[in-house]
């Protein structure tokens, strides 16, 4: 620690601070332009603005780059500095335009701040011949202004350092520098991934949102809440004009460091779309009519009390929604077990995390994340695997990004070539399917050569000896032939995991979506316990969770066997504690999971089906399958904010309001449970989805008298042990990550740090087996999917973003220039994908990011979208679907 005085106030900071950083520790405001805490402080200085004075220097100094030292007498509003900002003020302003009145800008602009604190009203030093610039209107979200541009520096220096995307720079010298894509091509022409971080931290009007709403910064209210979009749960503020969304500004929460990718930055305007819902739609005569809620929910509770009553409470499933909130999905599930009497409630995680559910707790006891986003800074090494992180997840794949720039080396294996792929260290190129082959070789190499963790496997774990006789025979070569891979390639990569004292394992559906997805995720728990890597800081295993709440869903119980916290249903002592809880005598039988839900309605063991917030019709396998068995359905109730692909097959339809409309809470990924504020009323007549289940479950006998979320947030609390401790209090200012069993808990960053959740972390090898379908002469290709950036999961909501939609409005498949070659296809081409299940017709992608035996389709798109084609077998544990191995023929269309 040091002392210095700042303004006669003496202040103790530690060695290496800045004088800025210490003054703003003590209080004590000094003007920035070109600042931002998070980027490196010794490239910063560019605007001068920050200028203080320092007894004994000679000359003004930029605050934000000078360490404090010890003694140091720093004065910030002597004459002499005042006199020195309001020089720069004159100088930013000779080269600034003076239309203040119309800029877009106005109210949210620090110069125009400044120079009314200052008292600056132009400029001696204006050139009347100053050219103008013309605006890059070319990117489908934001525009440049050059002519606005103050060359601060922070768009660059946050695409860089921060995004890590390198889209712009500081191009020429002199008198001519200005910021530039390269070879002052527009920014549609770039590397722009459309984040939209650089237009947050423009301070002044040259880089603008594109908007149809015009509005002045002083006439919106801003409400703080969290992204509706993946799972990375990035905090942002909703800017607000009379009841609608004009913008988002990122929030620095925890979860996402002040950063937001282009759908949390750009893809709000779903919320206030023409197309929401407004109004209940009842089915008559195979058309819908708009009628009362009176009307829609006696309908809806007639059905179930009367399917209840014919067919027994089991003859009824619903299917809950990773994109509620936590309070809803409780109460959800909490319908279906408490009222109607059935355990058979599922949602999407059977589709993605399925696998890892069963996994992870199964090998330590926590089916979850180990570890926190932010924690790939501190990394030595991170392994990412199944997953296309900077598109799915793409504020934790800048942090991956970040990580490797400040050191840590980098391992990808995946089917195709990502983008963090093309930054690695070591890419194994694997063939889909073939995930545990790959961890099996990995730990083959790192026993062979004893570089697994030998006193923590001694003291922290089990089943050591299985492990090390299976992996026996899974020689690099062995594995190489079975991934596709080069086997030096393997071996260099295992040591470079072996050898690493913080490394850290990021996967997501790639390893999950399988038939042996829940073998692949226990294979990626046994190589992170193998060298020592669970319970430990900027290591661990993370499942990258897919959808806003699809964490917080699971949590909350709406898994067929789960009550909320994953208590077993068929456990007596749990049935026994919700019975009493609840009031109500609750079945021991495990429900049905979301496609055997399907299976039941197609052979007609199963007549009602209520969906809140889910589109299976776009994310099930098997599409015909899907939409056969919803059209066997005697009675279909949808809850949704859009008329979805499966809402057209409803008998009632009821309209839910947003995230944006309601109050609540989500969890992301890193298990942190963050709150959901509401910010405009509910559209039409709309209404928040916890009050459309409060009012069916009163109207099923059931008292279910919620004033407001908060307090279902408190009955989830006591009944939940992982959160025990979490109330709307607790987290108004900063979420908390379970478990969180007390009031003063603080929350838990990293799990299992003194012991495994289930006592010992327990190895679980298994054998590599083939996927459940193949490649023959007849469909001779492996077709994989996954996400694209600028889409969100089955596309209802990006679908309403224009600037998204005009992007990538339909479906495409990549393939390998050699086999499109040989199939005579060129890029843009129509081609006929067809599989054992279906046939669609899309448009050819030309890409050597595929190998030549492997194509990729997103699974976003209803029309001639993937899952036509895709198939349903199952793993046999978690019953989650092969959607990421399928048999397909080309030709061209």
Same mark, same amino acid.
């Given at each position: 620690?040091?002392?210095?005085?700042?303004?006669?106030? #003496?202040?103790?900071?530690?060695?290496?601070?800045?004088?800025?950083?210490?003054?703003?520790?003590?209080?004590?405001?000094?003007?920035?332009?070109?600042?931002?805490?998070?980027?490196?402080?010794?490239? &910063?200085?560019?605007?001068?603005?920050?200028?203080?004075?320092?007894?004994?220097?000679?000359?003004?100094?930029?605050?934000?780059?000078?360490?404090?030292?010890?003694?140091?007498?720093?004065?910030? /509003?002597?004459?002499?500095?005042?006199? *020195?900002?309001?020089?720069?003020?004159?100088?930013?302003?000779?080269?600034?335009?003076?239309?203040?009145?119309?800029?877009?800008? =106005?109210?949210?602009?620090?110069?125009?701040?400044?120079?009314?604190?200052? &008292?600056?009203?132009?400029? /001696?030093?204006?050139?009347?011949?100053?050219?103008?610039?013309?605006?890059?209107?070319?990117?489908?979200?934001?525009?440049?202004?050059?002519?606005?541009?103050?060359?601060?520096?922070?768009?660059?220096?946050?695409?860089?350092?921060?995004?890590?995307?390198?889209?712009?720079?500081?191009?020429?010298? &002199?008198?001519?520098?200005?910021?530039?894509?390269?070879?002052?091509?527009?920014?549609?022409?770039?590397?722009?991934?459309?984040?939209?971080?650089?237009?947050?931290?423009?301070?002044?009007?040259?880089?603008?949102? !594109?908007?149809?709403?015009?509005?002045?910064?002083?006439?919106?209210?801003?409400?703080?809440?969290?992204?509706?979009?993946?799972?990375?749960?990035?905090?942002?503020?909703?800017?607000?004009? @009379?009841?609608?969304?004009?913008?988002?500004?990122?929030?620095? *929460?925890?979860?996402?460091?002040?950063?937001?990718?282009?759908?949390?930055?750009? @893809?709000?305007?779903?919320?206030?779309?023409?197309?929401?819902?407004?109004?209940?739609?009842?089915?008559?005569?195979?058309?819908?009519?708009?009628?009362?809620? +009176?009307?829609?929910?006696?309908?809806?509770?007639?059905?179930?009390?009367?399917?209840?009553?014919?067919?027994?409470?089991?003859?009824?499933?619903?299917?809950?929604?990773?994109?509620?909130?936590?309070?809803?999905?409780?109460?959800?599930?909490?319908?279906?077990?408490? #009222?109607?009497?059935?355990?058979?409630?599922?949602?999407?995680?059977?589709?993605?995390?399925?696998?890892?559910?069963?996994?992870?707790?199964?090998?330590?006891?926590?089916? =979850?994340?180990?570890?926190?986003?932010? +924690?790939?800074?501190?990394?030595?090494?991170?392994?990412?695997?199944?997953?296309?992180?900077?598109?799915?997840?793409?504020?934790?794949?800048?942090?991956?990004?970040?990580?490797?720039?400040?050191?840590?080396?980098?391992?990808?294996?995946?089917?195709?070539?990502?983008?963090?792929?093309?930054?690695?260290?070591?890419?194994?190129?694997?063939?889909?399917?073939?995930?545990?082959?790959?961890?099996?070789?990995?730990?083959?190499?790192?026993?062979?050569? @004893?570089?697994?963790?030998?006193?923590?496997?001694?003291?922290?774990?089990?089943?050591?000896?299985?492990?090390?006789?299976?992996?026996?025979?899974?020689?690099?070569?062995?594995?190489?032939?079975?991934?596709?891979?080069?086997?030096?390639?393997?071996?260099?990569?295992?040591?470079?995991?072996?050898?690493?004292?913080?490394?850290?394992?990021?996967?997501?559906? *790639?390893?999950?979506?399988?038939?042996?997805?829940?073998?692949?995720?226990?294979?990626?728990?046994?190589?992170?316990?193998?060298?020592?890597?669970?319970? %430990?800081?900027?290591?661990?295993?993370?499942?990258?969770?897919?959808?806003?709440?699809?964490?917080?869903?699971?949590?909350?119980?709406?898994?067929?066997?789960?009550?909320?916290?994953?208590?077993?249903?068929?456990?007596?002592?749990?049935?026994?504690?919700?019975?009493? =809880?609840? @009031?109500?005598?609750?079945?021991?039988?495990?429900?049905?999971?979301?496609?055997?839900?399907?299976?039941?309605?197609?052979?007609?063991?199963?007549?009602?089906?209520?969906?809140?917030?889910?589109?299976?019709? #776009?994310?099930?396998?098997?599409?015909?399958?899907?939409?056969?068995?919803?059209?066997?359905?005697?009675?279909?109730?949808?809850?949704?904010?859009?008329?979805?692909?499966?809402?057209?097959?409803?008998?009632?339809?009821?309209?839910?309001?947003?995230?944006?409309?309601?109050?609540?809470?989500?969890?992301?990924?890193?298990?942190?449970?963050?709150?959901?504020?509401?910010?405009?009323?509910?559209?039409?007549?709309?209404?928040?989805?916890?009050?459309?289940?409060?009012?069916?479950?009163?109207?099923?006998?059931?008292?279910?008298?919620?004033?407001?979320?908060?307090?279902?947030?408190?009955?989830?609390?006591?009944?939940?042990?992982?959160?025990?401790?979490?109330?709307?209090?607790?987290?108004?200012?900063? &979420?908390?990550?379970?478990?969180?069993?007390?009031?003063?808990?603080?929350?838990?960053?990293?799990?299992?740090?003194?012991?495994?959740?289930?006592?010992?972390?327990?190895?679980?090898?298994?054998?590599?087996?083939?996927?459940?379908?193949?490649?023959?002469?007849?469909?001779?290709?492996?077709?994989?999917? *996954?996400?694209?950036?600028?889409?969100?999961?089955?596309?209802?909501?990006?679908?309403?973003?224009?600037?998204?939609?005009?992007?990538?409005?339909?479906?495409?498949?990549?393939?390998?220039?050699?086999?499109?070659? !040989?199939?005579?296809?060129?890029?843009?081409?129509?081609?006929?994908?067809?599989?054992?299940?279906?046939?669609?017709?899309?448009?050819?992608?030309?890409?050597?990011?595929?190998?030549?035996?492997?194509?990729?389709?997103?699974?976003?798109?209803?029309?001639?979208?993937?899952?036509?084609?895709?198939?349903?077998?199952?793993?046999?544990?978690?019953?989650?679907?092969?959607?990421?191995?399928?048999?397909?023929?080309?030709? %061209?269309?």
């Amino acid at each position: 620690m040091i002392k210095l005085t700042i303004d006669n106030q #003496v202040i103790e900071v530690e060695k290496g601070t800045t004088v800025l950083e210490a003054a703003r520790q003590a209080g004590i405001e000094i003007p920035t332009l070109c600042h931002d805490p998070r980027l490196e402080s010794s490239l &910063g200085g560019a605007c001068r603005m920050c200028l203080v004075e320092v007894q004994g220097a000679r000359t003004l100094s930029p605050s934000c780059t000078m360490p404090a030292t010890e003694g140091m007498v720093v004065s910030t /509003r002597s004459e002499r500095v005042v006199q *020195g900002r309001k020089v720069v003020l004159d100088l930013i302003w000779s080269r600034h335009p003076h239309d203040c009145l119309t800029c877009s800008a =106005a109210g949210n602009c620090k110069l125009q701040d400044y120079s009314f604190e200052y &008292g600056v009203k132009g400029s /001696r030093f204006e050139n009347p011949e100053e050219p103008e610039f013309p605006l890059d209107h070319s990117n489908k979200f934001y525009y440049y202004d050059r002519n606005k541009c103050i060359l601060c520096g922070k768009c660059v220096r946050v695409c860089n350092e921060l995004q890590q995307t390198h889209a712009i720079g500081m191009s020429e010298r &002199g008198f001519d520098t200005h910021v530039s894509p390269p070879f002052e091509d527009p920014l549609a022409q770039s590397k722009c991934v459309s984040c939209g971080n650089c237009v947050s931290v423009c301070p002044v009007g040259a880089l603008v949102p !594109r908007r149809t709403d015009r509005f002045r910064y002083w006439e919106v209210r801003k409400v703080r809440t969290t992204c509706s979009f993946c799972g990375v749960g990035c905090q942002m503020e909703l800017l607000i004009k @009379g009841d609608k969304i004009v913008e988002v500004a990122p929030y620095a *929460g925890e979860s996402n460091n002040n950063m937001l990718c282009v759908k949390g930055k750009f @893809g709000y305007k779903f919320v206030n779309h023409e197309d929401r819902l407004k109004t209940p739609l009842i089915k008559r005569n195979g058309t819908f009519e708009e009628a009362t809620w +009176e009307e829609a929910l006696d309908l809806v509770v007639d059905k179930l009390k009367k399917t209840k009553e014919e067919y027994g409470p089991d003859a009824v499933a619903g299917f809950s929604s990773a994109r509620c909130t936590n309070e809803e999905n409780y109460l959800f599930q909490k319908l279906l077990r408490a #009222v109607v009497g059935t355990n058979n409630v599922d949602h999407c995680a059977r589709l993605c995390h399925a696998s890892t559910v069963a996994g992870l707790a199964t090998t330590l006891g926590s089916g =979850a994340m180990t570890n926190s986003n932010l +924690e790939a800074l501190k990394s030595d090494l991170i392994l990412v695997s199944g997953s296309n992180t900077t598109e799915s997840h793409p504020v934790i794949g800048a942090h991956i990004q970040q990580a490797k720039e400040k050191g840590a080396k980098l391992i990808v294996a995946e089917p195709r070539e990502i983008e963090l792929a093309k930054e690695a260290d070591i890419f194994l190129q694997i063939k889909p399917g073939t995930n545990v082959a790959f961890f099996n070789g990995m730990m083959h190499v790192i026993i062979k050569e @004893g570089l697994q963790d030998k006193e923590y496997i001694a003291a922290r774990t089990e089943n050591y000896e299985e492990l090390e006789k299976i992996m026996e025979a899974y020689t690099p070569a062995k594995v190489a032939e079975i991934c596709g891979i080069n086997e030096d390639d393997l071996v260099k990569a295992a040591r470079m995991y072996g050898e690493a004292d913080r490394a850290a394992i990021y996967y997501s559906m *790639g390893v999950t979506q399988h038939s042996t997805g829940t073998q692949g995720v226990m294979s990626v728990s046994n190589l992170a316990l193998l060298c020592g890597n669970i319970g %430990k800081e900027g290591a661990g295993v993370n499942p990258l969770r897919g959808q806003n709440n699809v964490q917080g869903a699971c949590d909350m119980g709406a898994l067929p066997g789960d009550y909320p916290g994953y208590q077993k249903v068929f456990d007596p002592k749990a049935q026994e504690k919700f019975e009493k =809880a609840w @009031g109500a005598k609750l079945s021991d039988k495990a429900g049905l999971t979301l496609t055997e839900v399907l299976n039941g309605l197609d052979d007609g063991s199963l007549k009602m089906l209520y969906v809140m917030g889910e589109n299976p019709v #776009v994310s099930d396998p098997d599409t015909k399958h899907v939409e056969e068995a919803l059209r066997k359905a005697d009675f279909i109730v949808v809850q949704d904010i859009f008329m979805s692909e499966t809402a057209e097959f409803a008998d009632v339809v009821l309209p839910a309001a947003s995230f944006a409309e309601k109050d609540g809470t989500f969890t992301n990924t890193e298990r942190r449970v963050q709150r959901v504020r509401k910010a405009i009323e509910p559209i039409g007549s709309s209404k928040p989805d916890w009050m459309i289940l409060s009012d069916i479950m009163n109207r099923m006998g059931y008292e279910a008298n919620y004033k407001n979320p908060g307090e279902i947030m408190d009955e989830i609390a006591s009944v939940t042990p992982q959160y025990g401790g979490i109330s709307f209090d607790r987290i108004e200012e900063e &979420g908390l990550q379970w478990p969180c069993p007390t009031k003063d808990h603080p929350g838990t960053k990293v799990l299992h740090t003194e012991s495994m959740s289930r006592g010992k972390g327990l190895f679980k090898p298994a054998d590599y087996i083939e996927s459940a379908e193949t490649t023959d002469k007849d469909y001779p290709y492996i077709m994989t999917t *996954g996400r694209i950036l600028y889409h969100y999961h089955t596309r209802t909501m990006t679908k309403r973003v224009k600037g998204i939609d005009i992007m990538f409005p339909e479906s495409y498949i990549e393939i390998n220039p050699v086999t499109a070659s !040989r199939l005579e296809l060129k890029d843009g081409d129509k081609v006929k994908v067809g599989s054992r299940r279906g046939e669609i017709v899309t448009t050819a992608k030309v890409t050597d990011k595929v190998d030549e035996d492997v194509v990729f389709m997103p699974f976003h798109f209803y029309e001639n979208g993937a899952n036509t084609l895709t198939q349903a077998a199952l793993d046999p544990i978690a019953k989650i679907p092969e959607l990421k191995v399928s048999a397909v023929r080309l030709e %061209k269309a």
